[in-house]
């Protein structure tokens, strides 16, 4: 019954870093003059300390893409639906074009590299194959209206990835962390930087990375998992300093790489019988996301994956059925650092590219 598509791809993800601390907009907007948006990037520039503010060029520059943000953000807080609807306001990137915007979270070569990738997957799964990298599930339990694996204690705090690009790292590393919670009742976090530092295999380090490539490093070379206490986070790309006689005998031993794009029923499977899964989305218009469930305008298209997050559960009991998703922008972004994701339509692209693995100790 429980079919896995082994659409098995990898795409080349770089990460969108940025901490996203939002201020509200004023929904008013029919009556809203030049002096309202003034006011308004007034006490943004002061909110964020933005270094222009003595510079009239520059200033009158940010203004022009601030004012284009608050429109784009009323335009947005126009189509909620409901109070669960998700809602937009200024963050800290609102003075940013969108051009801006694009060249902080995507790069020139993104699209070669994944292509280089996809083949060099494809090639690598057939090693694989005898036992089967692929994890099949039992459909053991039926679908329940709704999971949130944070209740059960096996969902780490989130985390800030700050400046450094890799959320390919966060979102798999939480995965580690959550199905050994679920197997072990003991919820460690591991190191991120570890995998910063240390992942081959075309990663990057905080310059990005990509889940599935991550997981064939890790399971390929029987990597040992440090905890965070043993290996922290720098916030940069670092020498690695794995020693020779592992600290830990934590590893990964198998993953799936999966497309639930038409079938994310599917996915809600996986959260269900399994947990947790990592998974690359289009981040692109979270940039001004404040909260609520996203339904509209989250491009789904294969080629604007450029960011990583971690799905630990759904609701499917209201008006409009949500994934949970865990970001890696702090406990201020969105919802104490989630964000609600309407189930269905592969909004942000988010049924895209699906991992789950299993770790032993
Ligand atoms: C604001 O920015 C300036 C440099 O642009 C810096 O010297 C100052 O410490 C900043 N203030 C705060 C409160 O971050
Ligand atoms: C598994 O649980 C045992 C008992 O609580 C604990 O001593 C051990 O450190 C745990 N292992 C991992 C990998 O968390």
Not at 2 to 7: I, N
Not at 200 to 207: K, L, Q
Not at 259 to 277: I, M
Not at 320 to 346: E, K, M, T
């Amino acid at each position: 019954m429980m079919e896995w598509r082994t659409v098995a791809v990898s795409v080349f993800m770089i990460s969108l870093c940025f901490l996203v601390i939002p201020i509200r907009v004023p929904s008013s907007s029919s009556s809203n003059t030049i002096d309202d948006d003034i006011r308004l990037f007034e006490s943004y520039i002061v909110r964020y300390n933005k270094s222009y503010r003595h510079d009239p060029i520059e200033y009158d520059k940010r203004f022009k893409h601030f004012q284009i943000s608050l429109r784009g953000i009323e335009k947005m807080n126009k189509l909620r639906t409901s109070k669960e609807s998700a809602y937009f306001g200024a963050t800290e990137y609102s003075d940013l074009s969108e051009d801006e915007f694009l060249k902080l979270a995507l790069r020139k070569d993104i699209s070669n590299r994944a292509e280089r990738h996809r083949i060099d997957r494809f090639m690598r799964q057939k090693n694989y194959s005898p036992e089967g990298n692929l994890i099949r599930y039992e459909r053991a339990i039926r679908i329940p209206p709704r999971l949130d694996w944070r209740t059960k204690g096996v969902v780490t705090p989130v985390k800030s990835q700050g400046n450094c690009g890799a959320c390919w790292a966060y979102s798999t590393v939480e995965c580690i962390e959550s199905m050994i919670a679920i197997k072990n009742h003991t919820l460690t976090s591991y190191s991120v930087q570890e995998m910063i530092d240390c992942a081959g295999n075309n990663n990057f380090g905080c310059e990005g990375g990509d889940i599935c490539s991550l997981l064939s490093w890790l399971v390929d070379n029987q990597i040992s998992i440090l905890s965070e206490s043993l290996y922290p986070v720098t916030g940069k790309t670092d020498t690695c300093t794995l020693e020779r006689s592992p600290k830990s005998s934590v590893r990964v031993t198998d993953f799936t790489c999966d497309s639930f794009v038409n079938a994310e029923e599917q996915l809600l499977d996986v959260l269900v019988n399994h947990g947790p899964v990592a998974a690359a989305v289009n981040a692109l218009s979270w940039q001004n996301y404040l909260g609520g469930i996203i339904q509209f305008h989250c491009d789904s298209s294969f080629k604007m994956l450029n960011h990583a997050v971690q799905i630990v559960g759904y609701d499917n009991t209201g008006k409009i059925p949500y994934y949970i998703v865990r970001n890696s922008w702090g406990p201020l972004f969105g919802n104490d650092g989630y964000l609600y994701i309407a189930i269905g339509n592969n909004l942000c692209g988010i049924a895209n590219q699906v991992s789950s693995l299993n770790a032993i100790w």
